[in-house]
């Protein structure tokens, strides 16, 4: 890791979490579920009436939290933030799965949002921000020369494809992380039903730092896999040059390569994974972190590729909405303006470091680890005997929610986050990791849970740690 110029900025931020002096310890006491979760249970009884498995993304839903201790209905954000339905308030690191790079209600976007609505959401032909947003893009990121906007990151993943397989008259795809909830992709999870066999049949995974994994897959598929698209970093550096090496595998097999950067767009810098780590791909797609919070999807890349979607179809009502794209040219502006991925780092920092440096103090390395990046990490639990444990998983959740912190076993972290906030949530990991303790005493740690644990979204993702939740 240390061959990359972030983590050169930063010498470890230790702090002494015992005796820091916070500006106002006192706010800390009134965070967490302090007027209990009843009117959060009340709505989610309602919503499960009328909405299939109650919420409309899973990820959010109470099956992610500890069910009877978290709540499961946000109201209202600010900053680093939220207030639940109960009226209870916490730092919030899962920040809506991560978009909200500059933190919920950030005054720049709100007021470019605001000015926006003044004249109108969409329109009968282009809007000119669909050009200016497209320049912003074209400047931040290295290997985008053209850029087509859409809604989410599933559809921009799809269209990546979509335009992948036309380019090479091929029909197979390579895949490694998450892309979203499309046919092409979804089929390779335990979550596939509904999804025709001959679909299913064309997409196959592949491991990271695992090269072998992918001439395996080129040797199975001759001249057949039309692209190779991945997500550029999970939550271990690339090792012995492997994302250079996927660059060249994917070209000798005349396939493209597509980097998904949903998550590592605007957090590993301003020009994403692509320029942290020097590899620029064919084509890549971004949208957490481009608008802060607003909807939208970018499929980046060369214009040689790019300009072939003058034949392909990609194209929807809202792909050029107005308050989002002005939201996404605030956030753009506001990145070129401030060095916010080098402040995500640092903020990362405090947490990274400082879970870490707690981990060893207690000396429970063997069963609590913090791995990853400042950016992108990944908190990983193993049982007395050395086995993955999602109940320790979910009684740190637990821990984390009584001290009033919402997150996954990852931490997200803004642009608002206060230094005081960072250090108050490693210091309430420090007293988790006390509770952890006492639950590997005896390697049972259902006796400390106060609700229904949490489980994983994609299990079979989750056991190869290529996702956090
Ligand atoms: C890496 C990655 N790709 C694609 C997606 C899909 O994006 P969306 O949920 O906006 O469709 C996600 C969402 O979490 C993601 O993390």
């Known amino acids: 890791m240390s061959s990359y110029p972030h983590n050169r900025l930063y010498d470890p931020l230790r702090y002494d979490v015992q005796n820091y002096a916070f500006a106002d310890l006192g706010s800390y006491a009134r965070l967490g579920p302090k007027n209990g979760i009843a009117a959060s249970?009340?709505?989610?009884?309602?919503?499960?009436?009328?909405?299939?498995?109650?919420?409309?993304?899973?990820?959010?839903?109470?099956?992610?939290?500890v069910e009877g201790v978290s709540p499961k209905f946000l109201q209202r954000g600010k900053g680093g933030r939220v207030w639940d339905v109960d009226g209870n308030e916490y730092i919030d690191f899962v920040l809506?799965?991560?978009?909200?790079?500059?933190?919920?209600?950030?005054?720049?976007?709100?007021?470019?949002?605001?000015?926006?609505?003044?004249?109108?959401?969409?329109?009968?032909?282009?809007?000119?921000?669909?050009?200016?947003?497209?320049?912003?893009?074209?400047?931040?990121?290295?290997?985008?020369?053209?850029?087509?906007?859409?809604?989410?990151?599933?559809d921009v993943t799809a269209m990546a494809v979509r335009l992948a397989r036309h380019l090479t008259g091929r029909e197979r795809v390579a895949c490694l992380g998450y892309h979203g909830f499309q046919d092409w992709y979804i089929s390779t999870t335990d979550r596939s039903f509904g999804i025709p066999q001959a679909v299913k049949d064309l997409t196959s995974t592949f491991r990271y730092n695992d090269i072998e994994s992918l001439h395996a897959l080129f040797a199975k598929h001759?001249?057949?896999?039309?692209?190779?698209?991945?997500?550029?970093?999970?939550?271990?550096?690339?090792?012995?040059?492997?994302?250079?090496?996927?660059?060249?595998?994917?070209?000798?097999?005349?396939?493209?390569?597509?980097?998904?950067?949903?998550?590592?767009?605007?957090?590993?810098?301003?020009?994403?994974?692509?320029?942290?780590?020097?590899?620029?791909?064919?084509?890549?797609?971004?949208?957490?972190g481009m608008a802060n919070g607003m909807p939208i999807g970018a499929l980046t890349g060369l214009a040689r590729y790019m300009q072939a979607f003058e034949q392909v179809f990609f194209s929807s009502t809202y792909g050029g909405e107005a308050l989002t794209l002005a939201a996404a040219k605030a956030v753009l502006d506001f990145y070129k303006e401030n060095d916010v991925a080098a402040h995500l780092w640092r903020n990362g920092s405090i947490i990274f470091d400082n879970f870490r440096n707690q981990i060893e103090r207690k000396g429970l390395q063997d069963h609590v680890s913090m791995t990853g990046f400042p950016v992108r990490n990944q908190l990983v639990f193993k049982d007395k005997n050395g086995e993955p444990n999602y109940l320790m998983n979910a009684l740190f959740q637990q821990e984390?929610?009584?001290?009033?912190?919402?997150?996954?076993?990852?931490?997200?972290?803004?642009?608002?986050?206060?230094?005081?906030?960072?250090?108050?949530?490693?210091?309430?990991?420090?007293?988790?990791?006390?509770?952890?303790?006492?639950?590997?005493?005896?390697?049972?740690?259902?006796?400390?849970?106060?609700?229904?644990?949490?489980?994983?979204?994609?299990?079979?993702?989750?056991?190869?740690?290529?996702?956090?939740?």
């Open 41 to 65: 249970d009340a709505q989610w009884q309602h919503a499960t009436q009328v909405i299939p498995g109650g919420t409309q993304t899973l990820s959010k839903g109470p099956s992610c939290f």
């Open 96 to 154: 809506a799965c991560f978009p909200l790079t500059l933190g919920y209600g950030h005054p720049v976007v709100d007021a470019a949002i605001k000015a926006q609505l003044e004249d109108g959401i969409t329109f009968s032909m282009m809007h000119p921000l669909e050009a200016e947003v497209a320049d912003r893009v074209i400047d931040a990121i290295p290997g985008a020369e053209m850029v087509r906007f859409s809604k989410n990151g599933s």
């Open 222 to 288: 001759p001249g057949e896999i039309a692209c190779v698209i991945m997500e550029p970093v999970l939550f271990e550096a690339p090792q012995d040059g492997f994302l250079e090496k996927v660059k060249e595998l994917a070209h000798a097999n005349g396939a493209l390569l597509i980097f998904d950067e949903m998550l590592t767009g605007f957090r590993f810098g301003r020009g994403g994974a692509q320029e942290f780590f020097g590899v620029i791909p064919d084509l890549a797609t971004f949208g957490k």
């Open 400 to 469: 984390m929610t009584r001290r009033g912190i919402i997150c996954y076993a990852t931490i997200g972290v803004c642009w608002a986050h206060a230094e005081d906030d960072l250090v108050y949530t490693a210091k309430a990991f420090g007293e988790m990791l006390d509770v952890m303790a006492d639950g590997l005493s005896d390697n049972d740690f259902a006796r400390l849970l106060q609700g229904k644990p949490s489980a994983p979204v994609f299990k079979a993702l989750r056991d190869q740690r290529q996702t956090a939740n």
